[in-house]
C-alpha cells in the first residue's frame, strides 16, 4: 500500500478499492452524530447527521485491517450504545475495552459541561500492546477550537500514545476520518506509515498544511 498521503474522497468507497489486511492500525474520530454547527463560525462536519456512516466505515475498516491488530474508535456517551450494539450484531470485531479521555478543561456550555470523550477499543484477532502504563482513564488537556482549526481537533498527545501502545515502527496506520489530520501527523513523528481520508477539501487542505 503507498503510504504518507491524505486522500480525498469519501472513506467507504476509498476503503473498498483498498486490498484485505493491509494496514496495522486504526485510530479515528468519525463524525458523532451530534448534528450540530460548531463554534462561533458555526463550523459544519460533513456527515454529522449520519450516525449510519460509522457502521458502513467499520465494515470496511474490519476487511482492510491486518489480523491480530487493533481498532481506536473515538465516540460520545450518546452515539456508544448504538454503535455497540450495531459492532457486536454486525461486525467481526471484539469490543475489548472502553477508555475514558478526561480533558484537564471543560467545553463551552451550561448544566453539564462536557468533560470527557470516550475511545472504544476494537479488535480483530489477539492484537499484542506494547505499553505498560496505559491505563483506561487517558488524561489531556483538549484542543481550544478556534476561526482556524478543526472543531474536533485532536490532541497529538493523546493520539501518540495509542500509537506507541499498538504500533511498531513503519508500521501503516489508517485514519478513515482524518479532519486536519491529527492522527497523520503523529504517526509522522513517531516513524509509522500513515493513510488520511478526508471527505472535506477544506479539512484535506488543513491536514497537507499541518504534515506535508
Ligand atoms: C470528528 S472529525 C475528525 C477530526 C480529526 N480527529 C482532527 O484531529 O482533525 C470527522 C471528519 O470526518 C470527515 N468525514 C465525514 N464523512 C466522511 C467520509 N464519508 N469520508 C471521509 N471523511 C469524512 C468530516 O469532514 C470531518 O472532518
Redesign the pocket.
Known amino acids: 500500500m503507498e503510504a504518507n498521503k491524505i486522500i480525498h ?4 468507497e476509498v476503503m473498498r478499492e483498498m486490498p484485505n489486511n493491509c494496514v496495522d492500525l486504526i485510530i479515528t ?4 452524530g451530534d448534528n450540530v454547527a460548531y463554534g462561533l463560525n458555526k463550523k459544519v ?3 454529522n447527521e449520519n450516525p449510519l ?1 460509522n457502521c458502513s466505515a467499520l465494515v470496511e475498516c474490519y476487511r482492510v485491517l491486518k489480523k491480530n491488530s487493533s481498532l481506536y474508535l473515538f465516540t460520545n456517551w450518546k452515539h456508544y450504545p448504538f454503535l455497540t450494539e450495531f459492532i457486536v450484531r454486525y461486525t467481526k470485531f471484539n469490543i475489548r475495552h472502553l477508555v475514558v479521555w478526561k480533558k484537564h478543561n471543560f467545553g463551552l456550555g451550561w448544566a453539564f459541561r462536557h468533560q470527557y470523550e470516550l475511545i472504544l477499543i476494537l479488535e480483530k484477532g489477539k492484537p499484542k500492546y506494547n505499553l505498560k502504563d496505559f491505563s483506561d482513564v487517558q488524561t489531556c488537556s483538549h484542543i481550544n477550537h478556534n476561526k482556524e482549526n ?1 472543531p ?3 490532541p497529538i498527545d493523546l493520539i501518540t500514545k495509542m500509537i506507541l501502545h499498538s504500533s511498531k515502527e513503519n508500521s501503516v496506520v489508517l485514519d ?8 497523520c501527523l503523529a504517526c509522522q513523528q513517531t516513524g509509522r506509515r500513515w493513510i488520511g ?4 477539501e477544506r ?1 484535506v487542505e488543513m491536514a497537507k498544511g499541518r504534515i506535508i
Open positions: 474522497g469519501d472513506c467507504i474520530d468519525p463524525p458523532y462536519i460533513k456527515n456512516i478543526h474536533h481537533e485532536k478513515p476520518f482524518c479532519g486536519s489530520g491529527s492522527v481520508i478526508e471527505l472535506d479539512y
